[in-house]
């Protein structure tokens, strides 16, 4: 965005679009620029619940704060509120919270996976790390992409468009990550989630039966082909 311009009644963006510059029209311009915990004027000075910097309430992994009797969760406590995690991080929080609370559970907030969609068309599924955030953590990682029109069920529906990448762990084997695009991504992305959940390894998803045709054998062809040219594969994946 280069320039905002207008009145009451509407108001001119002009931006940089491949190298040109363009202009857009409309009645009203949102500018989202972020989150921050409503956190004041609830009393949380009077009962001496420690904040952070952000004014975000500080918790334990069993989301108990400085006050030994009082627990928060959701976007009070700033975690993970970005790329659509807000809302069901917040209620598995909630529930946790709660737990807690009211019997004593013990039970601590585990945020390693959180799967996450975008809803576009075709839409985008991601759940673990990508390539570049596993190299960033020190992993010793290979990854592996292939299209969607080798997934026999994007042909059957005729939209092919998109791709799968999946990214192991070099030596264990282990999937740390899957990116989606394409026709029920979304979906399909939560059964990667279960599988990462788990410490699936590549083999786990080779040697998994699939619904045939399905687009979550997506996730079986993409990680046989790591070992396999899958343009070659029968129409059952094997």
């Given at each position: 965005m280069q320039q905002v311009s207008g009145d009451?009644?509407?108001?001119?963006?002009?931006?940089l679009v491949r190298g040109?510059?363009?202009?857009?029209?409309?009645?009203?311009?949102?500018?989202?620029?972020?989150?921050?915990?409503?956190?004041?004027?609830?009393?949380?000075?009077?009962?001496?619940?420690?904040?952070?910097?952000q004014g975000a309430v500080e918790v334990d992994r069993s989301l108990r704060t400085s006050v030994?009797?009082?627990?928060?969760?959701?976007?009070?406590?700033?975690?993970?509120v970005g790329s659509q995690m807000a809302t069901p991080v917040g209620a598995q929080e909630g529930g946790i919270a709660a737990s807690n609370t009211l019997a004593d559970a013990g039970q601590a907030v585990d945020l390693t996976v959180i799967p996450r969609a975008v809803f576009t068309d075709p839409p985008v599924g991601v759940v673990g790390l990508t390539e570049a955030q596993?190299?960033?953590?020190g992993l010793d990682s290979e990854s592996s992409t292939v299209s969607m029109d080798v997934?026999?069920?994007?042909?059957?529906?005729?939209?092919?468009?998109?791709?799968?990448?999946?990214?192991?762990?070099?030596?264990?084997?282990r999937v740390l990550g899957v990116?989606?695009?394409?026709?029920?991504?979304?979906?399909v992305i939560n059964e990667a989630a279960?599988?990462?959940?788990?410490?699936?390894?590549?083999?786990?998803?080779?040697n998994m039966i699939y619904v045939y045709p399905s687009m979550a054998e997506a996730l079986k062809i993409v990680a046989i082909s790591f070992s396999?040219?899958?343009?070659?594969?029968?129409?059952?994946a094997s």
């Open positions: 009451s009644e509407r108001v001119q963006v002009a931006a040109a510059r363009r202009r857009f029209q409309a009645n009203k311009l949102l500018l989202a620029t972020g989150r921050r915990p409503n956190t004041t004027g609830i009393g949380l000075k009077r009962v001496v619940v420690r904040l952070d910097a030994p009797h009082i627990w928060a969760a959701g976007d009070v406590i700033g975690r993970e596993a190299q960033a953590r997934v026999p069920r994007a042909s059957i529906i005729r939209d092919r468009r998109g791709l799968i990448k999946m990214v192991l762990e070099r030596e264990s084997r990116s989606m695009l394409g026709v029920g991504t979304e979906e279960m599988a990462l959940r788990f410490h699936a390894t590549v083999d786990d998803f080779i396999k040219d899958v343009s070659n594969l029968s129409f059952c």
